[in-house]
């Protein structure tokens, strides 16, 4: 099966609840059309860790030790997990730091992929690991369903075969998509974001993948999303949560990620807003130091703040900062304010290389000067679900 062609069913299925949600919103009244349920928020203090591209050597098995002893309590991996399509083993070092029951959500990467199904140990790559390791047997999408079940978590599909799932954790809401590419950036990643968040209270929202475009990272990444699935985060308020790029790197406060606008009104690079509407705002953040290995700053010259390109960029730390392996923390629901967070990246030698506040914003609706007519989408919604049925 092509990478960019995943479950037809459940593509026609997200596009079709994305149309009904956008229909909701234009028949309705403003006043039914948003949310009369009142906000919800995460656990007070609730510490979340953000990594990607660990490999599974003794630096990823640090950043692990780093996590733990900063008392998080959940970690979001952004994909690219041991390089060696070895899950049981990769899940087995967690195990062993964190323990068997701790919070671990994460995104596929492209490394990931041949391991990924649940149905991966038929391959020939699986069946060659399990003939030299019993704990190099398993898929990841299975470990992960596993462990989510040990918790009390369930997704909104059991099915992660396709890449997508969210779930909810002490009052986080997370979304994640696959590394399918630009084509299934806009069209199933997308449409699955906005399925799951336009009706949704969450305080705090979280949109994880693995893959960048070239202008959301500063080594030398190429297209890989499309900017829909970007826009659409953005525009519902959600924080975006990238790897792939092997170094450590955060935007300001955006209102166009696509044209890297800096919001006017929200502007401090270590005092960030995310809030929906039209357009919403938010920031995108690379957190690809998890143990692999470190790359260098290749765009957005110089190396020392202010950063070039459009001035979007607010901490950059590759090789050329002398970077080496650590992890994103932010802390929701802080000083008895729902609606505020912290974050930090620290190092495996314990030095904090950033620092930042963010600020929930109420959510608001869609202006009706960006809603595309009814029409349209349902024309759009039928070309694709017609598109992805010859697929199969």
Request: aromatic share 8%.
């Amino acid at each position: 099966m092509r990478r960019d062609v995943l479950q037809p069913n459940r593509a026609s299925r997200v596009i079709v609840g994305a149309v009904l949600t956008a229909l909701l919103a234009l028949t309705l009244p403003q006043s039914h059309a948003q949310s009369t349920a009142a906000p919800i928020p995460t656990d007070p203090s609730l510490k979340v860790a953000f990594i990607g591209d660990s490999g599974n050597g003794a630096d990823f098995r640090r950043v692990l030790e780093l996590i733990k002893s900063e008392g998080a309590r959940v970690v979001l991996h952004q994909g690219d997990f041991d390089y060696a399509d070895s899950a049981g083993a990769f899940f087995a070092t967690i195990d062993s730091v964190l323990g068997r029951d701790f919070p671990y959500f994460a995104s596929v990467g492209n490394h990931d992929v041949e391991s990924w199904r649940e149905g991966c140990s038929d391959s020939r790559m699986q069946r060659l690991l399990r003939s030299l390791s019993r704990r190099g047997a398993g898929c990841y999408a299975k470990f992960l369903k596993t462990r989510m079940a040990r918790i009390g978590v369930t997704p909104d599909d059991p099915d992660l075969d396709d890449q997508m799932y969210s779930v909810t954790y002490r009052g986080l809401k997370m979304v994640f998509v696959g590394e399918g590419g630009a084509r299934a950036g806009n069209t199933l990643y997308a449409p699955y974001i906005q399925d799951q968040l336009a009706s949704d209270d969450h305080i705090w929202r979280i949109c994880s993948w693995h893959k960048n475009q070239n202008a959301m990272q500063v080594g030398d990444k190429d297209d890989a999303m499309g900017w829909r699935v970007y826009e659409t985060c953005k525009d519902l308020g959600a924080i975006i949560a990238t790897a792939h790029e092997h170094s450590y790197h955060r935007t300001k406060t955006l209102t166009s990620i696509q044209n890297q606008i800096v919001d006017a009104s929200c502007s401090s690079p270590d005092n960030l807003c995310v809030g929906s509407g039209s357009p919403g705002r938010s920031f995108v953040f690379v957190s690809g130091l998890g143990g692999e290995s470190i790359r260098s700053h290749q765009r957005c010259l110089p190396s020392t703040f202010p950063y070039g390109c459009n001035g979007e960029w607010a901490k950059i730390y590759t090789s050329d900062q002398g970077a080496t392996f650590g992890a994103l923390f932010i802390t929701f629901n802080i000083d008895g304010d729902p609606r505020k967070a912290q974050g930090y990246f620290k190092n495996i030698n314990g030095e904090i290389i950033d620092t930042f506040e963010i600020r929930a914003n109420a959510f608001s609706s869609l202006t009706a000067a960006r809603r595309p007519p009814a029409a349209l989408l349902l024309s759009q919604a039928k070309l694709q679900r017609d598109r992805h049925s010859r697929q199969d």
